[in-house]
């Protein structure tokens, strides 16, 4: 069985102290025949065991219990090393993951109305509720206000807002509903309910109806009365 290059890598400093089971040893004696890239990293471990052992080379021990001492100790501080470098990487992708979720949810922008995927529809309730329902994400604020037209009737301009993360996470199949009127809210007086993508708090009343006035095409027709 062959075994990939970082398995064979985390198994060297073992392979090297004669501390791995056979089974192992096996494993990495097959893979530097054929891998020059771990044979390399092995002659590199040897020789930089060799520097060090030499560096701390002391009269008092012999100078194979010296070698084997250093050995021990240059296996255990790369392995260590490798370990930190891997908690880092795998903390630091964690840190990503967890900041774009925020960035996701904090981030809020307008609906659009989709005439192709009637992303949002205006019904009547047998109850006489009119709910609007947003599919393929979840709003997160509905601002909306009743005006009167030129012709007399009153209208409800509603607009919606939702973010990234919901854009991303909820299907197409999913609705989120709002109570248009209903429950206290005046119904009898309602002739027609209208989307807006542009924010309606961001518009007085003068400024919603001079806009409706002069660009009725920025209005969806979403319901009205029978």
């Known amino acids: 069985m062959k075994y990939p290059c970082a398995i064979i890598n985390d198994l060297l400093p073992l392979y090297a102290d004669g501390v791995c089971s056979e089974e192992s040893r096996q494993a990495v ?3 530097l025949k054929d891998c020059a890239c771990c044979r390399k990293e092995y002659e590199k471990m040897e020789q930089y065991a ?3 052992t030499n560096h ?6 012999s100078t194979a219990f010296i070698g084997t001492d250093s050995l021990v100790k240059v296996r255990r ?6 370990i930190l470098t891997a908690a880092v990487a795998a903390l630091l992708v964690i840190g990503l993951v967890a900041g774009s979720g925020i960035y996701m949810k904090n981030h809020v922008h307008s609906v659009v109305y989709n005439a192709d995927k009637q992303n949002i529809q205006v019904v009547q309730e047998s109850d006489g509720d009119i709910i609007a329902r947003l599919y393929g994400t979840e709003w997160e604020s509905v601002y909306s206000r009743t005006i009167e037209l030129e012709d007399g009737q009153n209208a409800v301009i509603f607009s919606m807002t939702s973010s990234t ?6 299907g197409d199949n999913t609705a989120s509903e ?5 429950n206290g809210k005046d119904i009898g007086q309602i002739e027609q309910v ?3 993508s542009q924010p309606v708090n961001e518009l007085s009343y003068d400024q919603l109806t001079e806009l409706f006035a002069n660009n009725p095409e920025q209005f969806t027709l979403l ?3 029978e």
């Open 77 to 82: 501080e790369l392995l260590f090393k490798r």
């Open 223 to 225: 319901w009205e009365k």
């Open 165 to 170: 993360w919901n854009d991303l996470m909820i």
């Open 178 to 182: 709002y109570l248009v009127a209903g």
């Open 56 to 61: 701390y080379s002391v009269e008092a021990k």
């Open 29 to 31: 004696m097959e893979h």
């Open 50 to 52: 060799a520097q060090t």
């Open 194 to 196: 209208y989307f807006l």
